[in-house]
C-alpha cells in the first residue's frame, strides 16, 4: 500500500532559525496535504499542493509540491515560538480520498 | 455544528470491555474518516464512509473494530473486548467535496485500556 515517510523526526531550533522538513510518497500522489497539530491538540489544515512543481507561500511558510508528484517539502523561515507543534504531510493517491500521514516532524522553538 | 465533534473525550476501558465512540461531523459533509493516533504517531487510516456506505474499512486493525454511520451523519466507532494495544487516541475528520477538500478533524477520544 502507499506509504508516506517524512524526516526528519525531531527538530529543536532556536527563535529566528529556519526549519525545514520534507515528506516521501512510495507512489506518485494526485495531491499533497500539511497540517499542524500542537501538543494535546487535533491536526489542523494548512495547506493543499495539487500541481507538479507547485510552490504556495503562507506568510513565513513555504511549501513545495515535487516534480515527479512523490515529494513534498514545508519551509518556515524564522521560526517563532508559536510555530511549536507536530506539522505532518498527507498525501491523497489513485483514490482520491484517503488521506495517508506522514508520522510527523516535531517541531520545538528555543525563546 | 461548527466544528467536527467527538465524545467521550477521554476513556478508560477495562481490558476485554466494548467501547463506543461517537463522531457527529460538520453539517453537510459527505465524507467521514476514522484514524488512530498512537503517540508520537501520525494518524493511521482505519476506514472511510462516502454518506452512509462503508467504503473502505481496510485499516481496521482486526474484527474487534466495527464503524457505522447508518443515517450519513453521526458516526460510531465500536471496539470490541478492548485490548492494552488499542490505547492510542481515535481521531475523526470529515470533508467537503469542494476541490479543495482538507480534513476538518474532531478533537479525538484518548482511549486508555487497563
Known amino acids: 500500500g502507499q506509504q508516506v515517510m517524512q524526516i526528519p523526526q525531531y527538530q529543536h531550533v532556536q527563535e529566528g532559525e529556519d526549519f525545514t522538513t520534507y515528506c516521501n510518497s512510495s507512489?506518485?500522489?494526485?495531491?499533497i496535504q500539511w497540517y499542524k497539530q500542537r501538543p494535546g491538540g487535533h491536526p489542523v489544515f494548512l495547506i493543499q499542493?495539487?500541481?507538479?512543481?507547485e510552490v504556495k507561500k503562507q506568510k513565513r511558510l513555504t511549501f513545495q509540491f515535487g516534480e515527479a508528484k512523490k515529494n513534498s517539502s514545508l519551509h518556515i523561515t524564522a521560526t517563532q515560538t508559536t510555530d511549536v507543534g507536530t506539522y505532518f504531510c498527507?498525501?491523497?493517491?489513485?483514490?482520491?480520498?484517503?488521506?495517508?500521514f506522514g508520522k510527523g516532524t516535531l517541531l520545538t522553538v528555543n525563546p | 455544528g461548527a466544528g467536527v465533534s467527538q465524545s467521550p473525550r477521554y476513556k478508560v476501558a477495562k481490558r476485554g470491555q466494548d467501547v463506543a465512540l461517537r463522531c457527529d461531523p460538520i453539517?453537510?459533509?459527505?465524507?467521514l474518516f476514522w484514524y488512530q493516533q498512537a503517540l508520537g504517531q501520525g494518524p493511521e487510516f482505519l476506514t472511510y464512509?462516502?454518506?452512509?456506505?462503508?467504503?473502505?474499512k481496510s485499516g481496521l486493525p482486526s474484527d474487534r473494530f466495527f464503524a457505522e454511520r447508518p443515517e450519513g451523519s453521526v458516526s460510531t466507532l465500536k471496539i470490541q473486548r478492548t485490548q492494552k494495544e488499542d490505547s492510542a487516541v481515535y481521531l475523526c475528520?470529515?470533508?467537503?467535496?469542494?476541490?479543495?477538500?482538507?480534513?476538518?478533524f474532531g478533537q479525538g477520544t484518548r482511549l486508555t485500556v487497563v
Open positions: 475528520a470529515s470533508t467537503s467535496v469542494r476541490e479543495v477538500s482538507e480534513a476538518f
Open positions: 507512489t506518485t500522489l494526485s495531491n
Open positions: 453539517s453537510g459533509h459527505v465524507s
Open positions: 464512509f462516502q454518506n452512509e456506505a462503508q467504503l473502505d
Open positions: 498527507a498525501g491523497r493517491g489513485g483514490s482520491n480520498y484517503k488521506l495517508t
Open positions: 499542493l495539487v500541481k507538479s512543481g
